[in-house]
Each structure stands twice: as C-alpha cells, then as structure tokens.
T-cell receptor
Framework: AQSVTQLDSHVSVSEGTPVLLRCNYS??????LFWYVQHPNKGLQLLLK??????LVKGINGFEAEFKKSETSFHLTKPSAHMSDAAEYFC???????????FGKGTRLSVIA | EAQVTQNPRYLITVTGKKLTVTCSQN?????MSWYRQDPGLGLRQIYY???????DKGDVPEGYKVSRKEKRNFPLILESPSPNQTSLYFC????????????FGPGTRLTVT
C-alpha cells in the first residue's frame, strides 16, 4: 500500500537560513510525488512535482526537491527562508492504477525574523 | 481563469439540518475529490469521482454523500450533520486520477453546533 510520512510536524528556521522539510514515501509502483503549500486561510497550492523525469525538481518561490529512490525520499529544500514562506506544507504521492492521491499529515514551517 | 470554486466559504449550522457544499471547476477535469482537514490529521479524502456518474468512497465517507451529474460540478451533501463533521473542507480536481497534480478550491469552513 502506498503511504507518505512527513518526518517533522513543525520546523522552525530563522529568516535567511536554509529550509529542509522531510518526506518519505512507500509505493509499489513508480510514484509521482508532489509538494503543496497552504498559507493560513487559503487552499492548497502546488509547489512542485516529480513525474519520473529529472530527479531534482525546481518549483515556485525558490523551492526544490530531490527524488531519491534508494532512500524513498522526496525532501523539500530552499536555500534561504523568507518570512512569506511560513505556511503548512504537504507531501503527496500518486502511483499508477486507480488509487487516489495520498497526503502526508503536513509540516508547519515557522520563519523567525 | 482556471479555478475550482466552492460555496459557501463559511457555514455555521445545527445538528441534523441538511446542507450542501457546492464545488465547480472550469478546467474540464475528469477527476474530482472532496477532503476534510483537521488539526493533526492532515487531509483525509471523503469521496472522489473519476468521471460523470462515477463516484467512490475515500477514507472517511460516513455521513457524507456526493453526486456527479455534470463534469464540472461535484456537490458534497451532509444529510444530517453532526458536531464531529465540524471541519475545513476542500474540493479538488485534476485531469486524471494518477500522476496529475490536483487543483484545490479555497475551502469551506463548516461548524456544526
């Protein structure tokens, strides 16, 4: 069965320092992986997606993620955090077949001035 | 503008009073889905639809109904709401079930007293 585990429920960083949000997955097929961001009182917005092309994926607002099959991971990174990055981040997985998208429980990112 | 719309955005109701939350997308997507979001539990899928007249249960379908009579619309019906259905609800759509990102509506915050 497919599953997504976000390893941290809350991450706090100082403005200007790197961001790392961790996501591990389990899938019997070749997965498509996504990162979504949710700002307060807003819907979810796609940050980036991996769909079996390049393993290093660049997204919006300077975020990127690397697909590592050997480690079954898809961690999200950003070199320098900005106050506007404070939000909830969700990792999600979709594999082949008739199974819906599976979400992790989310990681809340706080950015300290 | 490509979008998913939900109405109402906020709703306070009483136990047992039937309600419907509407969802509409203008992207000609085949796949539509409803989620609820609760603190600490992330996003949980309620129902999804692969196409017109095709619906299926997600992880937490009890107490909810859906219908898909037209491709663009996917209403969520609570026949007899209870306080444990107080939550933030999101509608989403995508081209297909597997491998495609989902586009989310802005959310509906429901309170059942």
């Amino acid at each position: 069965a497919q599953s997504v585990t976000q390893l941290d429920s809350h991450v706090s960083v100082s403005e200007g320092t790197p961001v790392l949000l961790r996501c591990n997955y389990s899938s019997s097929y070749s997965p498509s992986l996504f990162w979504y961001v949710q700002h307060p009182n807003k819907g979810l917005q796609l940050l980036l997606k991996y769909t079996s092309a390049a393993t290093l994926v660049k997204g919006i607002n300077g975020f990127e993620a690397e697909f590592k099959k050997s480690e079954t991971s898809f961690h999200l990174t950003k070199p320098s955090a900005h106050m506007s990055d404070a939000a909830e981040y969700f990792c999600a997985l979709s594999d082949s077949g008739n199974t819906p998208l599976v979400f992790g429980k989310g990681t809340r990112l706080s950015v300290i001035a | 503008e490509a979008q998913v719309t939900q109405n109402p955005r906020y709703l306070i109701t009483v136990t047992g009073k039937k309600l419907t939350v509407t969802c509409s997308q203008n992207m000609n997507h085949e796949y539509m889905s409803w989620y609820r979001q609760d603190p600490g539990l992330g996003l949980r899928q309620i129902y999804y639809s692969m196409n017109v007249e095709v619906t299926d249960k997600g992880d937490v379908p009890e107490g909810y109904k859906v219908s898909r009579k037209e491709k663009r619309n996917f209403p969520l019906i609570l026949e007899s709401p209870s306080p444990n259905q107080t939550s933030l609800y999101f509608c989403a759509s995508s081209w297909r079930l597997a491998g495609y990102e989902q586009y989310f509506g802005p959310g509906t915050r429901l309170t059942v007293t």
